[in-house]
T-cell receptor, first 113, second 109 residues
Framework: DTGVSQNPRHKITKRGQNVTFRCDPI?????LYWYRQTLGQGPEFLTY????????KSRLLSDRFSAERPKGSFSTLEIQRTEQGDSAMYLC???????????FGAGSRLTVL | QQPVQSPQAVILREGEDAVINCSSS?????VHWYRQKHGEAPVFLMI?????EQKGHEKISASFNEKKQQSSLYLTASQLSYSGTYFC??????????FGAGTTVTVRA
């Protein structure tokens, strides 16, 4: 039990389709992060929320990507018009309160055909 | 900016030692170390804060040279369970971690 649940765990889609990933923290966390990890690389920061507010977005995040955290609890990450380059593991992470130590969810693996 | 890790990979026999290095061109507030096993999410090992404070794994040690913006992770008397990919993550007090490309450690019996 990592403290954060992600769904779906795997998603295979055709290029051009839209996909949505969901992150559910088990307990309350003010901040919530999304990272993306491709094969052989470390996690790359995408965006983070302080409660409902999206405070920062990486330049990696094109206009096709949108994230929400409507009630300050769960979060969704949507990718529109998927491209093969979007294939990756999408990781949600929650920080410990005083220091920014991250607990990662198991991730949602996206494969775009 | 992404920190630079070295080496990219290391192969050890049980009981041997290894050092993994991480460097940044930016002034850092903290350095984090995570380990990821195949098919799993990264798991926190240790954090080193500016000023010398450390928190983390009992059996793994690390150092942080604030002047050089460099950190090293020391794997001592390695065990089979130490196998995995190690990532350093750096933070400039902006609530974002930037991760290196990773160092793959293989420990053989």
């Amino acid at each position: 039990d990592t403290g954060v649940s992600q769904n779906p765990r795997h998603k295979i889609t055709k290029r051009g389709q839209n996909v949505t990933f969901r992150c559910d923290p088990i307990s309350e966390h003010n901040r919530l992060y999304w990272y993306r990890q491709t094969l052989g690389q470390g996690p790359e920061f995408l965006t983070y929320f302080q409660n409902e507010a999206q405070l920062e977005k990486s330049r990696l995040l094109s206009d096709r990507f949108s994230a929400e955290r409507p009630k300050g609890s769960f979060s969704t990450l949507e990718i529109q018009r998927t491209e093969q380059g979007d294939s990756a593991m999408y990781l949600c992470a929650l920080p410990e309160a005083e220091v920014n130590v991250l607990t990662f969810g198991a991730g949602s693996r996206l494969t775009v055909l | 900016q992404q920190p630079v890790q070295s080496p990219q990979a290391v192969i050890l026999r049980e009981g041997e030692d290894a050092v993994i290095n991480c460097s940044s061109s930016k002034a850092l507030y903290s350095v984090h170390w995570y380990r990821q096993k195949h098919g799993e999410a990264p798991v926190f090992l240790m954090i080193l804060l500016k000023g010398g404070e450390q928190k983390g794994h009992e059996k793994i040690s690390a150092s942080f040279n604030e002047k050089k913006q460099q950190s090293s992770l020391y794997l001592t008397a390695s065990q089979l369970s130490y196998s995995g990919t190690y990532f350093c993550g750096t933070e400039m007090r902006d609530y974002k971690l930037s991760f290196g490309a990773g160092t793959t450690v293989t420990v053989r019996a």
